[in-house]
Nanobody
């Protein structure tokens, strides 16, 4: 079992920054690929960013590439999503997700919403114009 708790969401103006955190427990953190997804009201959950168990590989949705950065701190069992130059269209509930990783992580596995086994409760991010 893996438990995930997100934090760091809030209200910011366009062009501002936020850093989301996701604390993991219940399983060896270094064995997990981690991802961030988001879901706006009335929209489907969509991929945002992911990082492999070794942190060697990262993946980003085209809509956030160059603005968001995913990272992880093994000592704290925490994955982060640094969000810069936020836009109103970034407004959504952001979810942390975990996937046991055994060996290589494919791009499809990293980016697919159905690829992850564990999910947090989400944290709201609202970006005003």
């Amino acid at each position: 079992q893996v438990q995930l708790v997100e934090s760091g969401g809030g209200l910011v103006q366009a062009g501002g920054s936020l850093r989301l955190s996701c604390a993991a427990s219940g399983r060896t953190f270094s064995s997990l690929a981690m991802g961030w997804f988001r879901q706006g009201p009335g929209k489907e959950r969509e991929f945002v960013a992911a990082i492999s168990w070794s942190a060697v590989n990262t993946y980003y949705a085209d809509s956030v590439k160059g603005r968001f950065t995913i990272s992880r701190d093994y000592a704290k069992n925490t994955v982060y999503l640094q969000m810069n130059n936020l836009k109103p269209e970034d407004t959504a509930v952001y979810y942390c997700a975990a996937r046991p990783q055994r060996g290589s992580l494919t791009t499809a596995q990293a980016m697919g919403v159905t690829s992850y086994d564990y999910w947090g409760q989400g944290t709201q991010v609202t970006v005003s114009s």
